[in-house]
C-alpha cells in the first residue's frame, strides 16, 4: 500500500530536549516536505526536499532541522524544542508538479 | 511570491444543496492549484488539481473547480452536498514556471453541511 508513515504519533516533551520525528514514504517519489498544521494559519511549510541530498527552506524554517540521506526517509529535528514549536506536524511527499501525499500527523507537544 | 486566501472560515449548507469552497491565489508564474480534504485526526487528502487543459476540474468525491485565470480563482464546488463532505478544506498553490516544490497552503476552510 502507499504510504506515507509519520512516527510518534503523539509526544509531549520538555523543553529543550532534542527530539526527532521520523517520516519515510515507499512510493518512490522525490519531493518530501515538512509541514506544521497551526489553527487559523492552515498548513505552513518548514522545509522541503527535492531529492536525496538537496533540501531547502520553507516558510517557517527557524529551530528546525531536516536530513534527505536517502530517498524514502526525510526525518524532521527539533534540536532545542520551546513551547512555540508545539503543533500538528505533517510530512507529504509527491512527484514533481504532482498531488502530495501525506502522512497521518504528529501531534507534538512541547512543556 | 505566491499566496493563497480562502476569505471564509466556515461554510454551512443544508444536505442536498449546491456548495461552494472559495479560493483565490497569488503566483507569478504558471499556478498548479490543488484542493486538499482533511477529516478529524487524519491527514490531508488530495481531491482535485488544476495543471493545465480544461479550465473545469472534476474530482474525487463528486467534487469540482473551475480555473478562472483573469479572477485568479479556483473556486471548489459540489452539486449536492452530503453530511459526509463536513470537513476542513484546504486550497493549495505552486508555481509551476520555477518547476519548484514550493507549495503554499490556505488557512482552510470548514465546511458544515447539515442534514
Known amino acids: 500500500e502507499a504510504q506515507v508513515t509519520q512516527n510518534p504519533r503523539y509526544l509531549i516533551t520538555v523543553t529543550g530536549k532534542k527530539l526527532t520525528v521520523t517520516c519515510s514514504q515507499n512510493?518512490?517519489?522525490?519531493?518530501m516536505s515538512w509541514y506544521r498544521q497551526d489553527p487559523g494559519l492552515g498548513l505552513r511549510q518548514i522545509y522541503y526536499?527535492?531529492?536525496?541530498?538537496?533540501?531547502d527552506k520553507g516558510d517557517v524554517p527557524e529551530g528546525y532541522k531536516v536530513s534527505r540521506k536517502e530517498k524514502r526517509n526525510f526525518p524532521l529535528i527539533l534540536e532545542s524544542p520551546s513551547p512555540n514549536q508545539t503543533s500538528l506536524y505533517f510530512c507529504?511527499?509527491?512527484?514533481?508538479?504532482?498531488?502530495?501525499?501525506f502522512g497521518q500527523g504528529t501531534r507534538l507537544t512541547v512543556v | 511570491a505566491q499566496s493563497v486566501a480562502q476569505p471564509e472560515d466556515q461554510v454551512n449548507v443544508a444536505e442536498g444543496n449546491p456548495l461552494t469552497v472559495k479560493c483565490t491565489y497569488s503566483?507569478?508564474?504558471?499556478?498548479?492549484l490543488f484542493w486538499y480534504v482533511q477529516y478529524p485526526n487524519r491527514g490531508l487528502q488530495f481531491l482535485l488539481k488544476?495543471?493545465?487543459?480544461?479550465?473545469l476540474v472534476k474530482g474525487s468525491y463528486g467534487f469540482e473547480a473551475e480555473f478562472n485565470k483573469s479572477q485568479t480563482s479556483f473556486h471548489l464546488k459540489k452539486p449536492s452536498a452530503l453530511v459526509s463532505d463536513s470537513a476542513l478544506y484546504f486550497c493549495a498553490v505552486r508555481d509551476g514556471s520555477t518547476g519548484g516544490f514550493k507549495t503554499i497552503f490556505g488557512a482552510g476552510t470548514r465546511l458544515f453541511v447539515k442534514a
Open positions: 488544476y495543471i493545465t487543459g480544461d479550465n
Open positions: 503566483v507569478s508564474g504558471n499556478p498548479y
Open positions: 507529504a511527499s509527491s512527484l514533481r508538479g504532482r498531488e502530495a501525499f
Open positions: 526536499s527535492m531529492n536525496v541530498e538537496v533540501t
Open positions: 512510493m518512490n517519489h522525490e519531493y
